[in-house]
Each structure stands twice: as structure tokens, then as C-alpha cells.
């Protein structure tokens, strides 16, 4: 097998391993054992004759001695997969070199010499997708975290900075657009009809920021000239044919740049902005100076192929790589376990300027329920981690929604208690304070404190501690005055057996049951174990708004009422805490009706009575914007309501839930089916009103689907037959999907058809079928895996088929146990194919502690199937062995 193939260092699984050969276990990095590097590389140069299965990489590192650093004269170059064919100090051949495990290690004698490694490379054969690696005949990278190891040795950690020179030659028909960081400085023709360009990037970086391109790509180009007067070539680069799909995209990229410099007073810093789309990715996209490389799936939009929540997917994600520009690589990570703070702080921007870009209202709701769905499971579970974490075996393994969405939402709070103008003068001083540098979580703290004027010494504990606080909250009243009455506690999690409490900012209003208004919201913050709050002038207990806006990341235990919840829905000014209050009525009934299984017919009944009665409101409210009544119709993810009870019952939820669904469906069939009538009427625009309707439309199908099966399929069907764009297409295969009705089958063979060779749009074929609520709908995922569309080599369509089986309960959860089986296979398959991908599968077994026994005892056995495999990568053993943990 070729170098470049394997996957990044396999480990010998300590069970299985032959006894004569000593079992690896994977090393434990530690935060605390952070060292300064002994070595600096102020300058590289790199030099790459391009080919697509066997590319020369010629190394030149200047190299200097860190006069703080230990002392040892040994320079440790990390490789991974790779060979040096040679190595040279100081332009001599050098002798004094050896390998230590995958690293190339030097002896050098001064404090600054000039070392220069050649390697050899097969990117075809990569199908890590780390490091240099083929997509559909161009050749990229990927180097975050540690992916440039696998092209050249050298020392791979964020805090050696250098400035890059890049020189690379190769076939112009095969490779007529060479690319990579910064300015492009000279370009040439060379012999044998190859070609070769020049780059140089005059930002020191870090080298997983480090990017090369090489392919047939055509661009969509525009100029941007900033406040300082810089003009800005920018393209979008994509694979001819696709540049009709871009315009959102660019649109996108100049809002980001307009916006950081109105914003956070950010300009950009170079004469030129790439981003390169690319099919065969391993995450969304990657921030490299000068070059983004992006998933196809994040650039490309047009109304016929995208989705309203694709076009807001693509705006959110150009935002985001664009402002890591100073968000992580200006200012840039001293280690990984900083990495929230470019992550964290960098999707908190995002959402700041998607929330101007939009609806601020409907992006919060958006956010929050990402975080409820993705983060908390994993901030209870055998994978909880703090946003800082302590150790890892598998950096990859922590680009995770806790270090990016709590990461963002613990940042979030310091703006809310400093308000938005001071803590931009935090954040001035963050960037002025580090620009150049490594920085760290600290560093950042640090320069907000003393930017803003808070104290946040005990703030910091956000860092330090997992787990998500859970907050108990009473109102009583006593003559005029209503006292709150707070209590909180952070759940025990691996590793961490004892919690401090955290400063918890909540905004808070009381409402006047009389008048139903309230006299203006305060923030207050919660930063003892317990605490009370009084509020005087209230002649009865009020009614609590809390946490409204989501100021913080908890979760809120407040025994409110039914008929205050119902008020809430109603009448509360903030959207945040209306949304909420619905989404409380609504799981309050289904943890009563599932957690003890007590409800009598009648409970049940009058429980399904005030969510039918709220929903009316919402349906019924003239004062609503769609999008937001779009908001307030989605019932809570059965992932939340499982989150809810200590051991959750999938199958029972499911059941509950989608009775509940069909309860309303058939309640409400009226105005759901006048409402789709009214929204049907609206044209296509890309305008709030017409994006508000086709989220309702889809909204009102759902619930129709549920309830009158028959009367949804006829709607779905015309809606499909109807439809200018993919929002409404998409929307009502995916109710059709769902049904067992001869419209699904037509309607999915139609838009197979009718998409054919369109990669992402095959994408959403594989995902609505893996997806749905039909009852054979395993069956529908194996067949799909046979399909001649599927491949595991393609991380897009593995997770459009699996990821997205993983995620609905009905397939996953199954309670033959298929569904675990399905997954565990999956894991087994991909992992010596791409084993970061493989590895994101995990997580959703690993819950089994939080489930029933008799399904908990087959996601285990899954678990330890997996464990015992005799070879696993260091990224799916790590995961796998902490959920069994
Ligand atoms: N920084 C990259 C993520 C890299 C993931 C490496 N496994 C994209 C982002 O967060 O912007
Ligand atoms: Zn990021």
C-alpha cells in the first residue's frame, strides 16, 4: 500500500494485538505539558512538481534556535506517511538525522542553519483527504489540525510561525491553475507542456494554514476596496460549468468583508482573496491565508439546486472562513487546546453577522437549537469535554459543537454582560494585544477584562469545566413583592467529579398578569450555588420571562405553569423566550407523557389541548413575520426531548411525539391547509416574505402528513409538481418520503432524473430517503448503500446516506437494533478509507448509558464490536474507548 494511503497511524488494538508485537496505546496529549518549541522556522520554502499520483516535495526550512526554549539541540520534524528521499543542512548532505516513530529528528550544531527535505507523495492514493490529496482530477490540501505532516516533515504545531514561498510545476492541460497562499508573484512556462507559478504569502503562519491548489477551475471574479483604501482582487474558483452557482457566494464574500471592518473594525490584509470549491472534503471548509478551500456544498446555490437553509448555509460559512482572517489567523492558536478561541470566537462572529444579515430573532432560535441538539447530548455524555479541553488523544476528535457552539455562546455571554460597544473595545484590544501571535484562551479572557472593565475571574471556570448547568428557578410572592428564587449546579462529567458554580447572565422580565406587559428586562447574574433576586410592585406572582435571548448555555428547570407557558407563546416581546415558551409547553406534555407514563387519557388530552390552543394562536397571530411563525410551529428535536430524562425511552418518544404531530395535524387541519393555500400563492423571491412562505409551506405539510396522511400526500405531490425551486421541491419530498403513498416513489425517481450528475442535489436524494419517517425506511438505507451513486470515498455522500440515518431516530433507533448494527458497520468500512469521517460516527453510539436497557445493551455490544476490531485508526479508537469508558 502506498504511504500516502495509510491511514494516519493505525494502533494496534492492545485486545487483539499479536502478543509478540507490543500493543500501542495511542499517547495522551496533555495541556499542562505545553512546551515552547526549541526550534523557530522564520522562512520556508517549498517546491512541488505536481503530479497526480507521485508528487516531489523539496522542503527548504530556515530553522533558528528558540532562545527560550529547552536547549536541546535535536530539531523534531513531525511526519506522518511520509519518507525523506533526502537531507540536507547547510546545503551538505546530512548524516546526523534519524527517524523517531513517524518524526525525522536532526542534530544541529548552531543556532540557525538551513535544512532541506525531500519527500515524495502519491495524493491519488489519499483518501484521508488530509494533507495533499486528489478531488475529481485537481489536486488540494487540508492541513488543520495536523494534516501538513503528511506532506512535508516539519514542525507541525501552531506556535511555529513562517512566512511561505511557494514554487510549484506541472502539466498545464492537466493543471492550468496553480494556486496557493498569499500574492502569486511570477508564473512561467516550462517544458513537456508543464507550467509553473509562484507564491508568496508575507503573513507569518502557522503551517496548517498552509494551501496549495492545482487544477482546471474558472472563477468568478470581483474587486472589493477597503475602508484603508486597499483594492481586493476576489474569485471564487470552481470546476467549469459550476460558475453559474456562485454569485451567492460572492455576494456573501463582500458582505463579510464590509462587515468585519464595520463591526469588529477588521480590514483585510492581502491584494487577493481565493476560495477554491472542492467535491471530496472532510468538513465544511478551511480558513488558509489567502485561499480558502471550501466543500462544493458551501459555495454553490442557485434557486433551482438550493434551499433557502443552504443559501443561509453558504453565507454563514463564507462569513465564518473569512473571518478567521483575523479570528485564528491573525491572531492564531499557541496549541489545540486553544482552539476555541478562533473557533468559538469565530462562529459567535458568524452568527452576529448572519443574525444582521437576516432575521436576528430566527437566527438566534436557529442557533440555539443546534446547540440543544448537538452540544448538550455531548456535554452529558462520555465525550463531554470543556470548551478548553485538557487532553486528547485524536486532535480531529475535538472540532466539536462544544468548542465551537458553547465555545461561541461562552464568549457571547462576556458581550452580554459588558454590552456590544464595550466589548468591541475588548475584543480592539484582543486583536492589537496578539496580532502576529500564538495566542491563547487566557489571552483572550485576559485582554476582554481588561478591554471592558469586567471581572471575570470566576468567568473563567466556562473554560475550565464540561457540562451543561442545569438552573432551577421559583418565583414566590409575599405582599407586593415577587422574589426569585435560583439555584444551580454543573453536572458531574469523565474526568470531572467536583464543579464550581459559574456566573450565569440571564436576562430576565416579570410580567404583569393584569396587563399582560412587563416594566423592562434586567440582567441578572447568577454566581453562587443559590441565590434570590426581588422584584417589588407586583400585587400577584408574575409571570417569568427567563433566559430570554439565550443569554446563557443551560438548562432552565422552572416548574412554570401551563397556563403561563401558554401566555408566554403568546405574548412575550422577546422571540427567543416565545419560541421557548412553546417549545416548554410542548416538553412538558411529552416528558410527562413518556418519562413516567403516567398520563391518563385526560392529562393527555388536556395537554395536547394547550399546545392545539398555542398553535392556533401562533397560526391565527397577524402581528407574526412567516419565517418566524415558521419558528414557532417546529416542535422540539426528539434528541432534546431524550436530553430531558435521565434514561430516555427513543422508541416511546418517537411515538408520543409523532401522535402528538398527528393530534395537531388533524386538529388544525383547516387553517394548515389554509395556510398552505395562502403560501402557496406567493412567488419566488429571495425576499423574507417568500422565504417565510416556503417555510411555511413545508411547516404546514409536516404536520398535515402526520394527521390526514392522504389529504398531505395530494398537496405534497402538486407542491412537488409546482415547484420553481428547490426549497418547495425538497420540502415536499420530504414529506412524501415519509409516506407509504405510489407519489413517493414517482416523485423520487423524478428528481433523481431530473438531477442527475448534480452531486449535491444526489446528495439530498441519498439524505430525504435516510432521513424519513417511512416505516421501511431501513430497508431504504441498505439498498441505498448498494446504489452505484454511493461511495464511502466521497465524506458528502456518506453522510447524506448515514449521517443522516444516524440522526433520525426511527432508523437509528430501531428497536431490532439494526439501525446500531448499520452504524457500527459503517464505522468498521470507512475507517481505514477516512478515518476522521469514520470517527464522527461514534458519538451517537455512545450514548447508550442515557438509553433504555434493552436497546443500551445493543449500542454497547455495538461498541465493543468496533473495540475489538484488530486495527483501528488513533481517531476512532479514541472515541470508541471513551464511550465504552
Ligand atoms: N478550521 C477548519 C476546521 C478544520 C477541521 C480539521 N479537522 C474550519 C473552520 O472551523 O473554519
Ligand atoms: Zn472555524
Redesign the pocket.
Known amino acids: 500500500m502506498d504511504i500516502a494511503s495509510r491511514p494516519s497511524t493505525p494502533i494496534e488494538n492492545p485486545e487483539t494485538a499479536d502478543a509478540a508485537v507490543p500493543p500501542k496505546a495511542p499517547a495522551v496529549i496533555r495541556r499542562e505539558d505545553y512546551r515552547a518549541p526549541d526550534w523557530f522556522v522564520p522562512e520556508i520554502a517549498l517546491d512541488f512538481a505536481l503530479d497526480l499520483d507521485a508528487t516531489r516535495v523539496r522542503a527548504t526550512l530556515e530553522v533558528r534556535r528558540n532562545a527560550q526554549g529547552s536547549g536541546d539541540h535535536t530539531l523534531r520534524l513531525n511526519g506522518d506517511g511520509i519518507a525523506a528521499r533526502s537531507v540536507l543542512v547547510d546545503g551538505q548532505v546530512a548524516n546526523d538525522w534519524r527517524m523517531d516513530g513517524l518524526d525525522l529528528l536532526i542534530e544541529l550544531s548552531g543556532d540557525a542553519h538551513t535544512v532541506e527535505i525531500e519527500t515524495l507523495i502519491n495524493p491519488a492514493a489519499n483518501s484521508q483527504l488530509m494533507g495533499l490529496y486528489a478531488s475529481n482530477g485537481m489536486l488540494c490540501t487540508q492541513c ?2 495536523e494534516g501538513f505532516r503528511r506532506i512535508a516533515f516539519f514542525p507541525d504545531r501552531p506556535d511555529v510561525l513562517s512566512t511561505y514561498k511557494v514554487h510549484m510545476e506541472g502539466d498545464k492541460a492537466r493543471f492550468p491553475v496553480l494556486l496557493s497562499n498569499g500574492n502569486c508573484t511570477a508564473t512561467g512556462e516550462g517544458t513537456d507542456g508543464k507550467h509553473w507559478a509562484e507564491w508568496h504569502d508575507p503573513w507569518p503562519k502557522p503551517c496548517y494554514l498552509f494551501a496549495l491548489v492545482a487544477g482546471e477551475l474558472v472563477a468568478n471574479h470581483d474587486t472589493f476596496t477597503t475602508a484603508g483604501g486597499r483594492k481586493v482582487d476576489l474569485n471564487i474558483w470552481v470546476r467549469p460549468g459550476d460558475e453559474g452557482r456562485t454569485q451567492h457566494a460572492m455576494d456573501s464574500l463582500i458582505a463579510s468583508l464590509k462587515w468585519d471592518e464595520e463591526t469588529f473594525g477588521r480590514e483585510y490584509d492581502l491584494d487577493l482573496f481565493n476560495i477554491v470549491a472542492v467535491s471530496d472534503f ?6 488558509n491565508k489567502g485561499l480558502n478551500v471550501f466543500n462544493t456544498r458551501y459555495v454553490l446555490a442557485d434557486p433551482e439546486t438550493a434551499t433557502d437553509a443552504d443559501y443561509d448555509a453558504v453565507e454563514g460559512v463564507i462569513g ?2 473569512y473571518f ?1 482572517n483575523w479570528s ?1 489567523n491573525r491572531v492564531t492558536c499557541r496549541d489545540w487546546f486553544q482552539l476555541s478561541l478562533k ?1 468559538g470566537f ?1 462562529v459567535l462572529r458568524d452568527q452576529l453577522f448572519s443574525a444582521d444579515m437576516g432575521s436576528p430573532a430566527v437566527k438566534r432560535i436557529e442557533d440555539v437549537r443546534v446547540l440543544r441538539s448537538a452540544q448538550f447530548p455531548e456535554d452529558s455524555g462520555p465525550l463531554a469535554h470543556p470548551i478548553r479541553p485538557d487532553s486528547y488523544q485524536e486532535i ?1 476528535n475535538f ?1 466539536t459543537s462544544t468548542v ?1 457552539n458553547k465555545g461561541a455562546e461562552v464568549i457571547r455571554m462576556m458581550r452580554s454582560m459588558a454590552g456590544p460597544e464595550c466589548f468591541r473595545a475588548g475584543t480592539d484590544l484582543y486583536f492589537d494585544r496578539h496580532d502576529g501571535e500564538a495566542a491563547t484562551c487566557e489571552d483572550f479572557v485576559k485582554a476582554i477584562e481588561d478591554g471592558t472593565g469586567l471581572d471575570l475571574k470566576q468567568f473563567r471556570q466556562w473554560y475550565s469545566q464540561a457540562g451543561t448547568p442545569q438552573v432551577k428557578v421559583r418565583v414566590d410572592h409575599e405582599g407586593d413583592t415577587a422574589t426569585l428564587r435560583i439555584t444551580q449546579t454543573v453536572p458531574v462529567t469523565p474526568g470531572q467529579p467536583v464543579k464550581q458554580p459559574m456566573p450565569i447572565p440571564l436576562r430576565v422580565a416579570l410580567f404583569d398578569r393584569d396587563s399582560s406587559e412587563h416594566r423592562g428586562e434586567q440582567l441578572i447574574v447568577l454566581d453562587k450555588a443559590e441565590d434570590s433576586f426581588t422584584f417589588p410592585g407586583f400585587a400577584r406572582t408574575p409571570v417569568l420571562s427567563i433566559n430570554r435571548g439565550f443569554t446563557a448555555p443551560v438548562a432552565i428547570d422552572s416548574d412554570v405553569p401551563t397556563a403561563d407557558l401558554v401566555f408566554l407563546a403568546a405574548n412575550d416581546d422577546d422571540p427567543f423566550a416565545r419560541y421557548e415558551a412553546m417549545q416548554s409547553l410542548v416538553v412538558q406534555h411529552l416528558v410527562a407523557a413518556v418519562g413516567g407514563g403516567m398520563l391518563c387519557d385526560a392529562e393527555r388530552q388536556s395537554g395536547r389541548d394547550a399546545i392545539g390552543r398555542a398553535l392556533a394562536a401562533i397560526l391565527d397571530d397577524a402581528t407574526l413575520d412567516d419565517l418566524m411563525r415558521g419558528e414557532l410551529m417546529i416542535l422540539p428535536s426528539e434528541a432534546y426531548l431524550a436530553e430531558q430524562l435521565a434514561i430516555a425511552d427513543p422508541g416511546a418518544i418517537h411515538a408520543e411525539r409523532e401522535g402528538l404531530k398527528a393530534w395537531l395535524g388533524r386538529e388544525l387541519e383547516d387553517r394548515l391547509a389554509a395556510l398552505h393555500d395562502r403560501v402557496s400563492a406567493v412567488s419566488y423571491s429571495r425576499s423574507a416574505e417568500a422565504r417565510g412562505a416556503r417555510k411555511l409551506k413545508t411547516q404546514a405539510l409536516v404536520y398535515l402528513a402526520a394527521g390526514v396522511p392522504d389529504e398531505a400526500a395530494k398537496r405534497a405531490a402538486t407542491q412537488y409538481a409546482a415547484a420553481d425551486n428547490m426549497t418547495d421541491r425538497q420540502g415536499s419530498l420530504m414529506v412524501l418520503c415519509g409516506l407509504d403513498t405510489p407519489a413517493r416513489e414517482e416523485a423520487l425517481a423524478d428528481f433523481r432524473k431530473r438531477y442527475d450528475g448534480n452531486a449535491l442535489v444526489i446528495d439530498k436524494w441519498f439524505s430525504l430517503q435516510a432521513g424519513s419517517l417511512h416505516p421501511r425506511v431501513l430497508d431504504h438505507i441498505k439498498a441505498l448503500a448498494q446504489h452505484p451513486d454511493f461511495t464511502l470515498h466521497n465524506p458528502n455522500r456518506v453522510r447524506a446516506l448515514y449521517m443522516s440515518a444516524a440522526v433520525n431516530p426511527k432508523a437509528f433507533h430501531s428497536g431490532d437494533g439494526e439501525g446500531y448494527r448499520m452504524i457500527a458497520d459503517l464505522i468498521l468500512a470507512l475507517d481505514p478509507i477516512n478515518a ?1 469521517t469514520a470517527a464522527r460516527f461514534v458519538p451517537p453510539l455512545g450514548r447508550w448509558r442515557r438509553i433504555e436497557p434493552q436497546r443500551s445493551g445493543m449500542m454497547r455490544a455495538e461498541l465493543e464490536r468496533i473495540a475489538a476490531a484488530p486495527k483501528l485508526s488513533r481517531d476512532t479508537l479514541e472515541q470508541v474507548t471513551k464511550s465504552l469508558g
Open positions: 488543520e489540525a472532510n468538513m465544511g471548509a478551511m480558513e465564518h472562513e478567521h485564528g473557533e469565530t480531529s472540532y465551537y476522521q
